[in-house]
Each structure stands twice: as structure tokens, then as C-alpha cells.
């Protein structure tokens, strides 16, 4: 059942997605987004009748910003605390869309010693956030390097080509086009 067969069998899940159109939607896998569940760093708003999740707008905003965290590799733990940090910020607002809004991006202009706190965390995580893109940007770079030599090597007759087996705009480490 789509999410519009649902929204019509169920009135009350009218804003929800089934994980199979969240994972296409946020460019995750299924399988990654059930771990997190697992984990309990996302739980599905509901259920269908057939048992199928259901996810709402909210929690696919967690699960897109739980996606900016992976590549910085932060521990489950440092996930769940950014993530409380940040629904934190986010309690003050009003509407549910102002409110999955600042579950990606929160407003910390509001005063009071608890709000202070809270974006006191979230500088740390943005310093922490800083070193681990750093340290990304200088793998990125070795990557780079390497696929230039490798450039360089199928420029010079060494490397791998259609001569030797792998078909042409074929992926010989994903196995296909």
C-alpha cells in the first residue's frame, strides 16, 4: 500500500511515508535505517494494519540529519546527544513544519541559561564536526590522488580496459554498469 492508499484506508497517517519511500527519499538504505531503529535513534511515528512502518515528516527530517552525521562517524552515543541537543532547540517552535525545519536547522537565539547549555553542546559538536570533515577532506584528497594514478595508468597502457575482460563502462568493483 502507498503512502496515498494509506493516507485513504487511514485518515490519521495522512502525512506518513512506508521506510521504502524514506530511504529513496533521504538516499538511504533500508536496511541502515532499520539498524538505526534498532539502535533507537529513530522509531516510526506508527504502523500500518499490515504491520508496515510509517514514518512522518519529523522523523524523516532525523533521519536526514542521522545521514549528515554518518560520514562524520560519531558514536551512537554522540548521535543520540546531538540529536537531543537538537530537539531540544527545537521544542519552542509553534507549527509541526517550523518544527521539522528546526530539527535540521534550529534557532539558538532564544534566551535563558538551559538554551545557553544547549547551544554550548552543539558548538562542541560543530568543533567536532570541523575535524572530522578535515580529516574526510584530507581522504578525499588521497582518493583523489589515487584515481589519477589510476587514470594515469590506463593512459599508459597499464591498467584495466575492455581488452582485458571488464566491459566497457562497466563497474568492476560494483559488478555492472
Same mark, same amino acid.
Request: contains cysteine; proline residues 4%.
Given at each position: 500500500?502507498?503512502?496515498?492508499?494509506?493516507?485513504?484506508?487511514?485518515? %490519521?497517517?495522512?502525512?506518513?511515508?512506508?521506510?521504502?519511500?524514506?530511504?529513496?527519499? @533521504?538516499?538511504? !538504505?533500508?536496511?541502515?535505517?532499520?539498524?538505526?531503529?534498532?539502535?533507537?535513534? @529513530?522509531?516510526?511515528?506508527?504502523? !500500518?494494519?499490515?504491520?508496515?512502518?510509517?514514518?512522518?515528516?519529523? $522523523?524523516?527530517?532525523?533521519?536526514?540529519?542521522?545521514?549528515?552525521?554518518?560520514?562524520?562517524?560519531?558514536?551512537?552515543?554522540?548521535?543520540?546527544?546531538?540529536?537531543?541537543?537538537?530537539?531540544?532547540?527545537?521544542?519552542?517552535?509553534? %507549527? =509541526? !513544519? $517550523?518544527?521539522?525545519?528546526?530539527?535540521?536547522?534550529?534557532?539558538?537565539?532564544?534566551?535563558?541559561?538551559?538554551?545557553?547549555?544547549?547551544?554550548?553542546?552543539? !558548538?562542541?559538536?560543530?568543533?567536532?564536526?570541523?575535524?572530522?570533515?578535515?580529516?574526510?577532506?584530507?581522504?578525499?584528497?588521497?582518493?583523489?590522488?589515487? @584515481?589519477?594514478?589510476?587514470?594515469?595508468?590506463?593512459?599508459?597502457?597499464?591498467?584495466?580496459? =575492455?581488452?582485458?575482460?571488464?566491459?566497457?563502462?562497466?563497474?568492476?568493483?560494483?559488478?555492472?554498469?
Amino acid at each position: 500500500m502507498s503512502a496515498t492508499e494509506n493516507a485513504a484506508a487511514h485518515p %490519521s497517517a495522512a502525512a506518513t511515508l512506508q521506510i521504502g519511500e524514506v530511504a529513496r527519499r @533521504v538516499g538511504l !538504505s533500508i536496511r541502515t535505517i532499520r539498524h538505526w531503529e534498532e539502535m533507537r535513534l @529513530v522509531t516510526p511515528t506508527a504502523r !500500518s494494519s499490515g504491520g508496515f512502518r510509517l514514518y512522518s515528516e519529523e $522523523d524523516v527530517s532525523r533521519i536526514r540529519l542521522l545521514r549528515f552525521m554518518k560520514p562524520l562517524n560519531l558514536s551512537l552515543a554522540q548521535m543520540r546527544e546531538l540529536l537531543h541537543i537538537r530537539e531540544q532547540l527545537a521544542s519552542g517552535t509553534e %507549527s =509541526p !513544519s $517550523d518544527r521539522v525545519e528546526a530539527l535540521v536547522w534550529p534557532r539558538t537565539s532564544d534566551a535563558g541559561d538551559d538554551r545557553a547549555q544547549l547551544a554550548d553542546g552543539l !558548538s562542541a559538536f560543530a568543533d567536532l564536526a570541523d575535524k572530522r570533515l578535515q580529516k574526510l577532506r584530507r581522504y578525499v584528497e588521497e582518493v583523489e590522488e589515487f @584515481v589519477g594514478r589510476l587514470r594515469e595508468e590506463v593512459r599508459e597502457g597499464a591498467g584495466c580496459g =575492455p581488452a582485458s575482460g571488464t566491459r566497457e563502462g562497466a563497474d568492476p568493483v560494483e559488478g555492472g554498469a
